[in-house]
């Protein structure tokens, strides 16, 4: 069969019926209350009215630790702030995100900063200083070591109850940020402007409130690298296809992704739970929400064939 033929599956089984099961993994994520979101390039060759090297968006959102995992992904032709809005449409609550302004607009959304952007910051003005420079205490290490403190925290309350997460970073965490931002604030007065320093301490600054929303509930997370990993599955298989061919290519695309790495995080082995959804949704009702929600990746009424057994120690 040639590559076209098996190309052409892809689309069909994607947007004639894997589309089905997005869609209602798409309403129950909007339920959630913690979600992450992060995006990426992509080429889509034949995009109408666009040359073929265009940069579009293949843009990632997932759920965080309330309910079973979601990950869903969205092609688009550009970063547009508007794409997050549509997509969150009717979504409540917290959204870990990056320092992209992009998400800045989007109604009824707190949004949660990153502290693991924040550390790479300092530690790429600590690794640009001069070898005989990293070991002393100067002013980005000690930055740094700010973030370090933090993180540590983090890890002392990794098997906390929210409620102990909450109350433990509140006796913990407040205490370091204040002194993080009364040193950050003194450092922006003495940096010198446009160094990789200066670009530390100012996004910091300029983060702030969004850096210190993770205060607020026990549910969130110090960081947004959970996006992060779901999102590295496609950046690496970009590196093997490098492109979509058409808008309708990337579409299905988005959506395979988005059911076989939702599949692997409720621990399904996803080329059995494809087959079992090839297998029954011809064979079923499709508007009969009932028999659909039996489908989704943590339903009790999935063969057991299909969950992946653990490894042995």
């Known amino acids: 069969m040639t590559r076209q033929t098996l190309a052409n599956w892809v689309v069909l089984g ?28 992509l080429q889509v060759l034949h995009e109408p009215g666009r040359p073929a090297k265009a940069t579009s968006y293949m843009w990632l959102y997932r759920s965080g630790q309330d309910g079973p995992p979601i990950v869903l ?10 794409h997050p809005k549509r997509f969150l449409e009717g979504f409540k609550g917290y959204l870990h995100v990056d320092g992209y302004s992009g998400y800045n607009e989007i109604p009824d959304v707190k949004l949660v900063g990153c ?17 005989e420079e990293r070991k002393k205490p100067t002013a980005v290490r ?43 604030e003194e450092q922006s007065e003495q ?26 509930d026990g549910h969130l997370e110090l960081d947004n690298n959970r996006s992060e990993r779901s999102i590295k599955r496609f950046v690496i298989g970009r590196k093997n296809f490098l492109f979509a061919n058409t808008p309708r290519g990337a579409r299905a695309s988005a959506i395979a992704y988005s059911l076989v790495e939702t599949a692997k995080e409720n621990g399904l082995d996803p080329y059995l739970y494809l087959e079992y959804l090839f297998e029954r ?16 990746p943590w339903s009790n009424h999935l063969p057991d064939g299909i969950r992946r057994r653990p490894k042995r120690p």
């Not at 993180?151 to 370091?176: C, M, N, W, Y």
Request: proline letters at 4%; one cysteine or more.
């Open 191 to 216: 940096v010198l402007p446009k160094s990789a320093f200066w670009q530390a301490v100012s996004y910091c600054l300029n983060q702030w409130s969004k850096l210190t929303t993770f205060l607020e």
């Open 14 to 41: 994607a947007t004639r019926w894997l589309d089905l099961i997005y869609h209602l993994l798409h309403e129950e994520l909007l339920q959630r209350r913690y979600l992450h979101a992060d995006e990426t390039t």
């Open 281 to 296: 949704l011809p064979n079923i009702q499709t508007d009969d929400r009932t028999a659909m929600a039996d489908l989704l």
């Open 73 to 82: 992904f969205d092609y688009q032709e550009t970063r547009s702030k508007e």
């Open 142 to 184: 000690i930055g740094l070591e700010y973030c370090n403190r933090l993180f540590k925290i983090e890890r002392a309350l990794k098997d906390a109850t929210p409620e102990e997460r909450h109350a433990g970073r509140q006796r913990l965490s407040r205490p370091v940020l204040d002194a993080f931002l009364a040193w950050l």
């Open 115 to 131: 502290w693991a952007h924040t550390r790479r910051k300092f530690h790429e003005a600590h690794t640009a200083l001069p070898a």
